[in-house]
């Protein structure tokens, strides 16, 4: 029989009972302090349960504040300095050929003629009219002359009348009667008097008469009120033109006019006399003016202010109504390009950005819109530098401590 398996044996499992189950005696029989790890055991298990980080998580990115031209940018659409339909002010038949639609015409050139039917007879009575009120005039004259005489010789003889009363010459019924004589001649006088006012009032009636006729033969004529061109045809010969009827459309196209709608929050940017510029969607053409009006009321629907720019068409390219990409120069300003997606609202309904500062602490920065680009939005009315929230800015409001995680280049 084999001795030494079994004491190999008997050895091994003497080993394992010492290491498995009197480890804490055996390391002190080698020397080694057992109560460490005992210990740090024993701490383990009586320790408390660490505290829940409860601070929202939120993405920042860094921005840096940028000079740049603040230009503000408009889509509106180009439109006539003036245009206007001429209309008919009288009821007559059209005796003038008329004129083709695209037609240049200067100021004053005839569009529409009307026959004149019997207004040359009306002119005539008016004229013979006040030939006849002129010439009652001096008889009216004379008249008050006369009236004025006789007064004067009533005037005398009461006079005399007087003077031998008080001198015992005369009776009392001789100067009653010089009393009835005078107040009969200034009754006479103011006759005279009236008479001539009625002339002259007739005078009047008469030259207003002529001139009402002669208004009526002017109105025959039609004629541009500006140099332009027709935007319509002239109206037919042999029709009928009554009050109000139109004779033709005339527009003006040099200069020609930029029309655009400014939001209230960039209006304070544009003044009159600022340089402008264009570029008509029609050819992709540019073009260069100069404000010459904003608008002092909104409008009522969209809040937006009515802006004109002059632009010079001396060679007409530019039609009425194009569609023009408008840029209206503008004091350059420090602003910040930050994504779109960023912005947000505070509790009183501002638009703004959330921003971490260096204590990890939230804050709201009310923000101007400058300009949109396809890579952002520029803004001003942040710091220099700041870290905007462009990812959480929703969940989170001013003064509350967050986990910032700084945004790849690459997002």
Known sequence: MRILPILAAIALAVILYMAVLERPTLMSFFGADGGDETAEVATEDTAPAPVKDTRVKVVVQKVTAQSIDSAVVLRGQTAAARQVDVRAETSAVVVSEPLRKGAAIEEGQIMCRLDAGTRHAAMTQANAQLAEAKSRVPEAEARVQEAQARLEEAKINQNA??????????????????????????????????????????????????????????????????????????????????????????????????????????????????????RLAAGGSDVQ?????????????????????????????????????????????????????????NDEGALGLRVVNDANIVEFYEVVLVRDTVNGVWVTGLPTEANIIVVGQEYVIKGVEVVPTPREVTQ
């Not at 002669?214 to 010969?237: C, H, N, W, Y």
């Not at 002092?296 to 007409?316: A, G, K, Y």
């Open 161 to 278: 009348s007087s003077r031998l009363k008080e001198g015992g010459f005369a009776s009392t019924s001789r100067v009653a009667s010089s009393d009835a004589a005078v107040a009969a001649a200034q009754a006479g006088v103011s006759s005279a008097q009236s008479g001539l006012s009625s002339a002259r009032a007739g005078i009047e009636g008469a030259q207003a008469a002529v001139e009402g006729a002669q208004a009526e033969l002017e109105r025959l004529v039609i004629k541009a009120p500006f140099s332009g061109l027709l935007e319509s045809d002239t109206a037919e010969l042999g029709s009928l033109l009554q009050p109000g009827a139109l004779c033709a459309t005339v527009v003006q196209l040099d200069p020609i006019k930029l029309v655009g709608y400014v939001p209230e929050s960039q209006v304070n940017r544009v003044k009159v006399g600022a340089i402008a510029g264009a």
């Open 289 to 345: 003016g100069r404000v010459t009006f904003v608008s002092r009321s909104s409008d009522p629907t969209t809040r937006t202010f009515l802006t004109e720019i002059e632009v010079p068409n001396p060679d007409l390219a530019i039609r009425d109504g194009q569609t023009a990409e408008i840029l209206i120069a503008s004091a350059g300003a420090d602003a910040h390009l930050v994504p779109q997606s960023a912005l947000t609202l």
